[in-house]
């Protein structure tokens, strides 16, 4: 049942306790360690499907699993959603300075939709504008758990960011989230002059987020809206009802679970029938053709990674430009992995590197 108030994530991070302040320095400490050192606290490597996962990768999983915390699942939503925020901020790192930032709200068809607009320190009228939707299997995730991922792409990039807090599961079933994701798009790219920026918007999301961003591009070619600049879908969650090979070699282990993919999906739809449709899942859309320049960014042990091998595959011989950056010895979702660690924060930095190509074009 849908509540009279609207539910979104948090737009401030919750206070951290004493434990997990300290874990949050571990995990920095951890990432900053020399090779070597990290290689034997990560112990045997882990090679799976042709693929090694990165030491510091492989100890850092060491060290999570032997927390003693119950996964989100097992959780109340209250509790946790404030895990996946407090997880965001131990590992998001040091803030990113930009050159502003500012909450505002967006119309929404069931309420205003919240946003925080990130802008760089040089923004001006020619500043492009990239619309990020956040991840959390539609159910979890917040614009303050983004806040390190939208302060890192503004600053690299040199874009401004909209980060959107759109509505979640399971009190708002799909299609909220969806429809929250179209207007929030759809209001970016009508009001990018009363923004004091140029009419160039992009659309980025990770995991559920880079579902909504690539739903976001198939509303927008169909309904005759604005098309998108650029679409760079991160760790993109392409398809609930997916049984590729990724789902089961990485089932377990790996941070992302093939059993809080399920918990998210069943949260999100109330009737299960609907995870083949392309409105949720654009890997079932019939047609990709029209779509914007799209950027993959994924992991190697991740268990939706081949929906974005496939999704990618499938634009191509649609005739759409498409780029991506693979990181083969990463987990999901490694683009929120800027404080610990070196090759998550090397990949984002590749990745907003191209995002400033894509959005600079005329």
Same mark, same amino acid.
Request: glycine residues 8%; charged residues 20%.
């Given at each position: ?128 504008? +990239? %619309?990020?939707?956040?991840?959390? !299997?539609?159910? *979890?995730?917040? @614009?303050? &758990?983004?806040?390190?991922?939208? $302060?890192? #792409? ?47 918007? +992009? %659309?980025?999301?990770?995991?559920? !987020?880079?579902? *909504?961003?690539? @739903?976001? &591009?198939?509303?927008?070619?169909? $309904?005759? #809206? ?62 990709? &053709? ?73």
């Amino acid at each position: 049942m849908v509540t009279s108030r609207p539910v979104v994530g948090a737009t401030t991070p919750p206070t951290p306790t004493v434990f997990e302040r300290l874990t949050r320095l571990g995990v920095t400490v951890l990432g900053a360690l020399p090779d070597a050192v990290l290689s034997r606290i990560a112990g045997t490597p882990t090679e799976i499907d042709g693929q090694r996962l990165e030491p510091e990768v492989q100890a850092a999983l060491r060290i999570l699993h032997a927390l003693p915390e119950e996964s989100f699942e097992d959780l109340s939503l209250d509790k946790g959603r404030r895990q996946i925020d407090v997880e965001a901020w131990q590992f998001g790192g040091r803030p990113v300075p930009v050159g502003a930032v500012r909450d505002l709200e967006i119309p929404g068809a069931d309420g205003p939709i919240p946003a925080r607009l990130y802008l760089p320190e040089a923004a001006d009228t020619d500043t492009p504008l +990239a %619309v990020y939707f956040h991840g959390g !299997g539609f159910v *979890l995730g917040s @614009i303050a &758990s983004h806040d390190p991922v939208s $302060r890192f #792409l503004t600053h690299h990039a040199e874009v401004a960011v909209l980060s959107v807090g759109y509505r979640l599961a399971p009190e708002h079933p799909f299609p909220a989230s969806h429809e929250d994701a179209v207007a929030a798009y759809s209001w970016a790219a009508a009001n990018t002059g009363k923004l004091g920026l140029a009419p160039r918007v +992009a %659309v980025i999301g990770d995991s559920a !987020g880079g579902n *909504l961003a690539a @739903i976001v &591009s198939l509303a927008a070619r169909d $309904r005759g #809206l604005p098309l998108p600049v650029a679409q760079i879908l991160l760790s993109p969650w392409l398809d609930l009802a997916s049984d590729r090979p990724s789902r089961t070699l990485f089932a377990d282990g790996f941070f992302l679970t093939a059993a809080q993919i399920d918990w998210y999906r069943d949260k999100l739809l109330e009737d299960p029938a609907l995870a083949t449709d392309p409105r949720v899942s654009p890997l079932h859309a019939d047609d990709l &053709s029209g779509l914007p320049p799209t950027l993959f960014g994924y992991a190697g042990f991740d268990p939706i990674r081949d929906e974005s091998r496939a999704y990618a595959a499938r634009l191509r011989e649609a005739g759409v430009e498409v780029d991506e950056v693979f990181l083969p010895g990463h987990v999901h979702p490694f683009s929120n992995v800027l404080g610990a660690g070196r090759t998550g924060k090397t990949a984002t930095q590749e990745i907003a590197r191209k995002l400033g190509e894509l959005t600079a074009r005329r």
